[in-house]
């Protein structure tokens, strides 16, 4: 199956400040999820991006395929940004859907 | 609309027990998606149903899990001869268009624990 990576895998921000979340994958994908699981366990998605970028108000991502990895940038952190952020991919030639280990976010006031 | 639901929101079992965990799609999503996620991991795959039929159940881990969709909307989950190592959160996911390519929507999850 496809080997997912994310970095850092801690992470603690003051509020306010900017932070760049990476996902590194090891084949061609076509299904690119970014999640965020708060507190309660529940999975947000965030962004569905197999190429290109999307913004969604402090949010936004970028995927570049051919080299096989996904940033997820997040400004102006607020304290509800806090939980774990996961990657999830697909591949072109299988069935699953494969997440990271996750980056764990805290953001302090 | 109504997002992905599962039921119950939690579960305590003996060790040997039989469980059932329900999942109830996003309607009119076709692809319905079974994991499994253990403290500080990100979510495992179990099996991934196209309609009625499961289409890839390479994740479950044995044959004490098996999980059916007999209409094609809701799904059960089921485990036989529970043990203290099945003890996890069982996530639920559907999608619109068929396959692990099209965007995946998670249910709150289930909590399952054996004692």
């Known amino acids: 199956g496809i080997q997912v990576e994310q970095s850092p895998p801690d992470l603690i921000l003051q509020e306010g400040a900017n932070s760049t979340l990476r996902c590194n994958f090891s084949?061609?994908?076509?299904?690119l999820q970014w999640f965020h699981q708060n507190p309660w366990g529940q999975l947000i998605n965030l962004f569905y991006?197999?190429?290109g970028t999307k913004q969604n108000g402090r949010l936004s991502a970028t995927t570049v395929a051919t080299e096989r990895y996904s940033l997820l940038y997040i400004s102006s952190s607020q304290t509800t940004d806090s939980g774990v952020y996961f990657c999830?991919?697909?591949?072109?030639?299988?069935?699953?859907?494969?997440f990271g280990t996750g980056t764990s976010l805290t953001v302090i006031p | 609309g109504a997002g992905v639901s599962q039921t119950p929101s939690n579960k305590v079992t003996e060790k040997g027990k039989y469980v059932e965990l329900r999942c109830d799609p996003i309607?009119?999503?076709?692809?319905l998606y079974w994991y499994r996620q253990s403290l500080g991991q990100g979510p495992e795959f179990l099996i991934y149903?196209?309609?009625?039929?499961?289409?890839?159940d390479s994740g479950l881990p044995n044959d004490r899990f098996f999980a059916v969709r007999p209409e094609g909307s809701v799904s059960t989950l089921k485990i036989q001869r529970t043990e203290r190592g099945d003890s996890a959160v069982y996530l639920c996911?559907?999608?619109?268009?068929?396959?692990?390519?099209?965007?995946?929507?998670f249910g709150p999850g289930t909590r399952l624990t054996v004692l």
């Open positions: 309607s009119g999503h076709t692809a």
């Open positions: 084949d061609s994908v076509n299904n």
């Open positions: 996911a559907s999608s619109k268009s068929g396959g692990p390519w099209g965007e995946q929507f």
């Open positions: 149903f196209q309609g009625t039929g499961a289409a890839d």
């Open positions: 999830a991919v697909s591949s072109n030639t299988g069935n699953q859907f494969y």
């Open positions: 991006i197999p190429s």
